[in-house]
């Protein structure tokens, strides 16, 4: 990433939602725990952050309208950002409706929130710069066109009145605020997407198009009686009061702040059949898919942020920010997102667009954001941090951010492949003439010992993620000098020793006589990377542990081998840490895949208690690490930069005949049998005290079976029998 000519500032943000659902409130500072670790101001700071989208929230000071206010948290959080030098971007209202007593469709919203507005300032005269109502219009569309949010309306009506009502709110908040700090400056952010369909759904498109700058278009004071939405709103009861109101312009924002995620932009198409099922709807009078625009081959430059930044300023002529950049995916696909609005926003300002910054939002991550906050599953999403640790860990979207804070450029070799929406993978339907990547222009990942089945599948998830990688199978080239020279004839950013994976399988299915597990070649391999300069993964076992702690085991224990093999693990873990500390060693659980048919004999032959080291029907607890969720665990640790040991399984420990007929139900349509109902003795389970980065057994299960399910169930059956 460049950032040629004047310097673009780099912001962030953290995700702060503060949405009622029900009588329910999601609270995104608690529920990332940010609400109870004042030190990540700190860990922003050294981030090179000089300015910071941040919660001083209505509903967090006043739970209820009539509460006495509670300033106690945002007085310490504000005055700590104040002594870092950064300067705080305050809301007041993230998709909130306001407290208990209040909602976006009383009457009575603007004047109380204008009310709180003017605490804020009286209290806080040092803030310059304000968000009073973050993105009205999305707000709007999910509390009351789609139901998700309060008060769950489901009507252009209800859609249209909540809109007009935060916009006026924002007004009179920032009237108030002006009084005592005139120089206060409105930062108004918006998503900002546009739709695109087929030629039968133009119509549709084109009202989604035109709605879409309803909130903007009212705080510039853009609708009035000649508006085409003016008389929708009148007959939809907006007061034509409010109108006139908004009309005078006194609710023009000084900066635009433009939202922009890769389902901002959409496509419309009434060919039902070939999408999702979940994509399918309708306006009453068409039935249509609405899709991820980035899914469907539109003509170069027509999606994407250079396209919407400068649509806004085209329109307005304000000048505008990325006032939200975040992706929940992989790390490289965040980082690949980063890159592009960056430079993005970089070539606009060169052009004379005035786009003042980009901003890192979710820096702590997100939860359950992939339903709209609808779903309390607890899915998490990290950002430049991620909270599943002791700490907040910084992940390579730090390192980013912290390169383009302070020089303005970052470089991975993981950007010299283009994200997954610029692929030929996004498609949902094939698209003639879609390219591949070249892969002589990336920076390859050299993944040894790729012969056994999970090695292959660890292959084809760096395919998936667009990992340009060179594969070696195994025995071949890992002598000294023909190593070294391999990696210095690939130029290779990173190496994966993949034996770990199918040794430790072949392991537990006989590990009376198993395989020898050779610490000299995994010596050879960490001291070549060593020498090299280069990361090392590599994949070991929980048959490290004899399992007689009496407990899950974590990083911390030290290992205690029981056995030939697990006596070559060891060995082999301790040869990488002495030729390459910052070698990173991940181990797994019982690693299992699908579709694949050959497995489905392991898991029943070792069911019925052949050549285990755990006497039959002697209880034995376990964890599980399903594949993709394995691998993409630990490309992302790699990709941050990651050393050391780290337990990566599926959370939920299970006996060990369970889980093993959970598996095999799964692949070859058994029954689960029962568990063992001895006294359990042995407890080889994990966990970890650096971050429990995988889904609960149960999610790993379920889209194993779905897998299983997509493959073919007779062939399945047959490897089993």
Same mark, same amino acid.
């Given at each position: ?21 029900? @009588? ?32 001083? !929230? ?7 309208? %009539?509460?006495?206010?509670?300033? %106690? ?76 949010? $309060? ?55 084109? $009202? ?26 009148? @007959? ?25 995620? !890769? ?8 060919? !039902? ?5 979940? =994509? ?7 039935? $249509? ?288 840490? =002495? ?97 063992? =109902? ?20 149960? %999610? ?22």
């Amino acid at each position: 990433m460049s950032a040629g000519g004047a310097p673009l500032e780099l912001w962030g943000g953290f995700e702060c939602t503060v949405a009622r659902i029900g @009588d329910r409130f999601r609270d995104q500072v608690r529920e990332t725990g940010h609400r109870w670790r004042s030190a990540d101001l700190d860990a922003v700071a050294r981030l090179g952050i000089r300015a910071l989208r941040y919660p001083l !929230l209505w509903e967090s000071v006043a739970p209820e309208v %009539s509460a006495t206010p509670d300033w %106690s948290w945002q007085d310490a959080r504000l005055n700590r950002l104040r002594r870092l030098g950064i300067v705080p971007i305050v809301g007041l209202l993230h998709h909130g409706s306001g407290p208990f007593g209040t909602g976006l469709l009383d009457p009575d919203l603007p004047r109380l929130f204008a009310a709180y507005a003017d605490r804020v300032a009286r209290r806080y005269p040092w803030l310059r710069q304000f968000t009073p109502v973050n993105e009205p219009l999305t707000t709007a569309r999910f509390a009351g066109l789609y139901g998700h949010w $309060y008060p769950h309306a489901r009507s252009e009506a209800a859609f249209l009145r909540m809109a007009v009502n935060q916009c006026k709110a924002t007004l009179l908040a920032m009237r108030a605020i002006r009084r005592l700090i005139p120089a206060a400056r409105l930062v108004q952010t918006e998503d900002i997407g546009r739709t695109f369909s087929t030629p039968a759904l133009a119509g549709q498109a084109a $009202y989604e198009n035109a709605r879409r700058w309803l909130s903007l278009d009212l705080l510039c004071g853009r609708v009035d009686p000649a508006h085409p939405w003016y008389e929708r709103l009148i @007959d939809h009861g907006v007061p034509a009061a409010d109108l006139a109101l908004l009309a005078t312009g006194e609710g023009a924002p000084g900066l635009i702040g433009v939202n922009h995620y !890769l389902t901002s932009e959409r496509y419309l198409d009434g060919r !039902l059949r070939a999408y999702p099922a979940a =994509s399918r709807g309708g306006n009453g009078r068409q039935r $249509y898919a609405d899709v991820e625009a980035v899914r469907v081959a539109l003509p170069e430059g027509a999606t994407g942020p250079a396209a919407r930044l400068t649509e806004v300023w085209e329109r307005y002529r304000i000048p505008v920010a990325v006032t939200e950049v975040h992706h929940g995916c992989s790390r490289d696909e965040q980082l690949r997102w980063l890159a592009e609005v960056w430079n993005a926003a970089t070539a606009l300002r060169d052009r004379g667009v005035p786009v003042e910054a980009v901003t890192v939002w979710s820096l702590m991550g997100a939860v359950d954001w992939n339903s709209l906050l609808v779903d309390r599953a607890g899915i998490y999403e990290p950002g430049a941090f991620d909270i599943r640790a002791p700490k907040p860990r910084a992940t390579a979207l730090a390192t980013a951010v912290r390169a383009l804070a302070t020089t303005g450029r970052y470089d991975h070799p993981v950007l010299d492949s283009p994200g997954w929406w610029h692929r030929p993978v996004r498609f949902y339907r094939r698209q003639a003439g879609a390219v591949a990547m070249r892969p002589d222009r990336a920076r390859p990942l050299l993944i040894l010992a790729v012969d056994g089945r999970l090695a292959q599948g660890l292959v084809r998830i760096c395919q998936d993620r667009g990992l340009h990688r060179v594969t070696v199978p195994a025995g071949a080239s890992e002598e000294d000098p023909t190593l070294d020279a391999l990696i210095a004839r690939h130029a290779a950013w990173a190496i994966i020793d993949a034996a770990g994976l199918d040794a430790d399988a072949a392991g537990r299915e006989d590990s009376g006589a198993a395989r020898p597990v050779c610490a000299d070649r995994a010596g050879r391999i960490a001291a070549a990377c060593a020498r090299a300069g280069l990361p090392l993964l590599t994949f070991s076992s929980d048959r490290v542990f004899d399992g007689s702690l009496g407990r899950p085991a974590d990083e911390a224990d030290p290992v205690r081998p029981d056995g030939p093999y697990a006596h070559g693990v060891a060995a082999s873990e301790a040869r990488i840490r =002495s030729r390459h500390p910052r070698a990173l060693i991940v181990r797994p659980g019982l690693v299992f895949d699908a579709p694949d048919p050959a497995f489905a004999a392991v898991p029943l032959r070792d069911a019925h208690g052949e050549g285990t080291e755990t006497p039959p029907g002697q209880p034995e607890l376990l964890s599980v690490s399903y594949l993709p969720d394995l691998a993409h665990a630990a490309l992302d640790l790699l990709i941050d930069d990651v050393s050391g040991p780290w337990h990566l399984v599926n959370r939920g420990a299970v006996d060990r005949d369970a889980a093993l007929a959970e598996i095999a139900h799964g692949v070859a349509g058994h029954s689960p049998t029962a568990v063992g =109902s001895g006294i359990l003795r042995i407890n080889r389970a994990l966990t970890s005290t650096r971050g429990l980065l995988m889904p609960t057994r149960a %999610s790993a299960l379920q889209r194993f079976r779905d897998a299983v399910a997509a493959a073919s169930p007779l062939a399945v059956r047959q490897a089993a029998e």
